[in-house]
T-cell receptor, first 115, second 112 residues
């Protein structure tokens, strides 16, 4: 089945450690995204990538890094520089559609807890 | 950046009642999307709207793209317990733009 797979579902990390969240899609979508969700908040964009080997910062990129070496994969690294990393992280992808109006499809999320 | 005001923040309704929620913006959008998120899961797309004035249904759900292009509404008719979740609106302002602006969500609780 086509879709977006995020792993791990749950992750615990000690302060000062970097951690990488995986996101893989087999929808043949060009664009991929990482969002952060905190309780009672909307989704905030961390990074997005429109094509392989290219990505742009979103609204809250500080303390995060990404890579886009393959169309199917867009891993997110939460670095020790991120001051408040405990959150629910969502990966999404989209195709351009008509006039760039592609809809976002989300993975099931990864919950990161810093101990 | 752009902001979407989504209301109400939360709703408690009796099973069988109709539900209405909306999103407004000070900016014009050319796409409105409505998502539902259940606890611990990613948002699932419910309805997509692309033209001002457009009215689209998906089962018991109906959404409208406001004529001013600055608002959108989602209605759920005859609510059932599985409608519980958080409903998000999202808007895109430019053709070719890859970025969406999300509302903060409406948390729906259905009392059996």
């Amino acid at each position: 089945d086509g879709g977006i797979t995020q792993s791990p579902k749950y992750l615990f990390r000690k302060e000062g450690q970097n951690v990488t969240l995986s996101c893989e899609q087999n929808l043949n979508h060009d664009a991929m995204y990482w969002y952060r969700q905190d309780p009672g908040q909307g989704l905030r964009l961390i990074y997005y990538s429109q094509i392989v080997n290219d990505f742009q910062k979103g609204d809250i990129a500080e303390g995060y890094s990404v890579s886009r070496e393959k169309k199917e994969s867009f891993p997110l690294t939460v670095t020790s520089a991120q001051k408040n990393p405990t959150a629910f992280y969502l990966c999404a992808s989209s195709s351009p559609g008509l006039a760039g109006s592609g809809e976002l499809f989300f993975g099931e999320g990864s919950r990161l807890t810093v101990l | 950046g752009q902001q979407l005001n989504q209301s109400p923040q939360s709703m408690f309704i009796q099973e069988g009642e109709d539900v209405s929620m909306n999103c407004t913006s000070s900016s014009i959008f050319n796409t409105w999307l409505w998502y539902k998120q259940e606890p611990g899961e990613g948002p699932v797309l419910l309805i997509a709207l692309y033209k001002a004035g457009e009215l689209t249904s998906n089962g018991r759900l109906t959404a409208q793209f406001g004529i001013t292009r600055k608002d959108s509404f989602l209605n759920i008719s005859a609510s059932i317990p599985s409608d519980v979740g958080i409903y998000f609106c999202a808007g895109r302002s430019g053709a070719g733009s890859y970025q969406l602006t999300f509302g903060k969500g409406t948390k729906l609780s259905v009392i059996p």
